[in-house]
C-alpha cells in the first residue's frame, strides 16, 4: 500500500489517512498514549474530520482498520461514561455516535471494516456502518455489544443495524447477554461477509471493497421479524425472559434494550426519558465501578518483566479439581501433565476435558490439539520439566508434606510449587521445605471452567517474586487473579461461611430452606445460601464453619443432615432433593421483611474483617473478590460499596 497523501492529511493524533495507487483509501484509527483503541470524544472529533476530507475528494472506496496488535476497536471510552452527570450529558454521548455513524452509512462510496482481534460495543457500531465487514481468522478475533454488561445500551445505531444484519433473534441475544462471536461464529450470523485468513486480510479488503456486492441483511422470515407485527411477538418473548431471568427488576438496561429497538428502531434518541433513566442510574454507575474493579484484577495478571509465560504445567491430583484445572490450562494452549496414582483415577479427569474442549473450541481439530496437550503421566515425569506444578490433593497437610519432600528435589530451579488448597495454612504447608518461599497458593473455585476468580495466596511479602508471578500464570488463564495474605479461608470462603450459617440458623428457627433461598435471589444473588451449601456439600459447609467462624455447635439442621448422611447434592439430597443435578423446590413462603439485609449483614461484617487484618489490600479489592468469587449481586458495586451507598443515602 503506498500513500500519495500522508503530507496533506491534517496533523491528527489517532487516525491516520491514506491513498493507494487503486484510489482506495485506508484509514487507520492508532489512539494515541492508549494500547487499544477506543472511540472517546476526540477521536470521534477525527472521524468527523476524516470524513469531510474524504466528503470533499471521494475515494473508490474506504477501508478503516487498526493500527494496534491487541484489536480493532474495544469501544466507546468508559471513563467518559463516569462523567455523565446529567441527562444533557447522556443525551450528548448518544447524539455524538448515533449521527456520526449515520454519516458514514450515508457516504456514496463503498465502507468496509477489516477487523482483526476485538471489536467490541462502538467499534462494532461503526463497524456495521460500514457497507461491508470482514473479520480476520485469528485467536482473538471477538464481535460484540457488550453494553448491558454495563447497564447500558448500544446507543450508536447498534440496535438498529444489528437485527437488520442478523435478525432479531440472534441480535437480541448477543445484546441482551453481550455474550461474543468470534470470526467463524460472526461469519455464519451474517455479522460480517466473510473470514479471511490474515495473510490475505488486506487482499481480500481491498477486492471486497471494491466488488459491489449488495450489502449483506437478512433475508427470509428471519428478516421478516423485523417488520410488524412480528416485531411485536418477538418483543414479547425477550420481556418474557428478561422477567424470567431478573424478576425484581435488578437490571433495567436489558428491558430498554428490547424497547428502544421494537418501539423507536433502535433510536435512543426518539425516547429521551429512556437515555435519563438508563444512562445515568446507580445501576450504571455500579456496574461500570464492576468493570473497571474487574480491570484492576487483570492487571494483576499482567506479565512480570524478564520472566517467560508459562509453558508446561504439572499438575498432581486428578480428581474433580485437579483434573478441571489441567484441562482448562490445556484448553489455554499450555502442554499439561497430569499425575495420579494410576491411569484409571486420571481416565475419567480426561474424558471431562475433551468435553470441556469440544463445548468451547467448536473446530474438532483445535479440541484435538487442545487433548493432545493434557498428557496423563501416573509416574509424575513432567514434574522435572515443569514451569509450574500444582498439588490439588487431599486436604490433608501430612499428605501434602509428603508430596512435597518427592516434588522439590526434581523441581526446576526456577518452577513454581503451588497449592490448591482452600483450607489449609500455607505456612504450614511451607514447613519441611528447602526452598518455602517457592510455595503459594493458588486457590481455583469449583466449576474451574465457570468460575473466574482465582486467588492466589502468600503469606507474607512477596520478596521472592512468586506471587506476582503466579498471578501472571493466573492471568495467562483468562482468569482473574486475586492476590491475597494465608489466612483462614483467605477471602471469599471466609466471607460465604458465616453468610451459609446464618441462613442455617434461620432453617432452625422454622423457615423453609426454599424461603430463604427465594430471599436472597430477589435480593440479586445468583443463589441461595442453603443451595449453595448443597452444592459445595454439607460435611465440606460444616468443616468450613466450624474453622471460619469458631462456633462450638454446628446449627441443628447441619448436623442432622451430615449425620443421616444427605450432603447435598453429591448424595442426591441435602436442604433439597437433587434430581438430573437440579434441586427440587417446594414453593417459597412469605419471609420475614429484614431477612435479605440481615444474612447479607453477616458477609459485610466479615468482608470488612478481611480487609481489617489485611488478608486483602483494600476495600475495593474486597468488592471484586466477593463479586467475582461468589456472585454478589454486581448491580449494588460490591457489598462493602452497598453498605456505604446504604449509609449515605441513610444520612442525607
Known sequence: MTSTMALLQPSWRHWHLERDDDGLAWLRLDRADRAVNTLSAD??????????????????????????????????????????NTPQDAHSLVERGWHLFNRLAAVPYPTLALIQGHCLGGGLELAMACRYRLAVDVPGTSLALPEVMLG???????????????????????MLTGRPADARKAATLGLVDARVPLRLANRAARQHVLSGQPAHRARGIIGWLNSRPFKSLVAKRAYKQIRDKDPQGHYPAPSAIVTLWSEHNGNALQAPQIIDRILTSDTARNLLRVFRLQERLKGCGKAVDGVPPVRHVHVVGAGTMGGDIAAWCALKGMTVTLQDQDAARI???????????????????????????LIPDPAGDGVTRADIVIEAITEQAAA?????????????????????????????????????????????FNPVAQMPLVEVVQTDTDEHGNQARACAF?????????????????????????Y?????????????????????????????????????????AMAAGQQLTQQAEPPRCLAERIARGDLGRKTGRGFYLWKDGKAQKNASGTPPPDLAQQLIGHLITRTQQQV??????????????????TGFAPFTGGPLHYRDSKLRNTTT
Request: hydrophobic share 50%; aromatic share 4%; net charge neutral.
Open 152 to 174: 447500558i445500551f448500544p446507543g450508536w445505531g447498534g440496535m438498529k443495524r444489528l437485527p437488520a444484519l442478523i435478525g432479531p433473534p440472534a441480535a437480541l441475544d448477543m
Open 400 to 444: 501434602k508434606h509428603a508430596l512435597y519432600r518427592s516434588l522439590e528435589p526434581k523441581l526446576k530451579p526456577d518452577a513454581i510449587l503451588a497449592t490448591n488448597t482452600s483450607s489449609l495454612s500455607l505456612a504450614t504447608l511451607r514447613t519441611g521445605l528447602t526452598a518455602p518461599h517457592r510455595l503459594v497458593g493458588i486457590h481455583f
Open 500 to 540: 451459609m450459617l446464618a441462613a442455617m440458623q434461620k432453617v432452625d428457627e422454622g423457615l423453609a430452606p426454599e424461603t430463604i433461598d427465594r430471599t436472597m435471589t430477589d435480593f440479586g444473588m445468583p443463589m441461595g445460601p442453603l443451595e449453595l451449601a448443597d452444592t459445595v456439600g454439607l460435611d465440606i
Open 43 to 84: 477521536v470521534m472529533t477525527e472521524l468527523a474530520q476524516a470524513l469531510d476530507r474524504l466528503q470533499a475528494a471521494p475515494p473508490k472506496g474506504l477501508i478503516i482498520h487498526s493500527g494496534k496488535a491487541a484489536g480493532f476497536i474495544a469501544g466507546a471510552d468508559v471513563d467518559e461514561f463516569a462523567e455523565l
Open 474 to 498: 493466573v492471568g495467562q488463564l483468562g482468569k482473574l487473579p486475586l492476590p491475597v495474605r494465608d489466612a483462614p479461608g483467605f477471602l471469599v470462603n471466609a466471607v460465604l461461611a458465616p
Open 612 to 629: 481489617d487484618q489485611r488478608v486483602i489490600a483494600d476495600a475495593d479489592l474486597a468488592d471484586a473478590g466477593v463479586i467475582f468469587g
Open 347 to 373: 481416565a475419567p479427569a480426561i474424558g471431562r476435558a475433551a468435553t470441556l474442549f469440544a463445548r468451547k473450541l467448536k473446530d474438532p481439530y483445535a479440541a484435538k490439539q487442545a487433548a493432545d496437550r
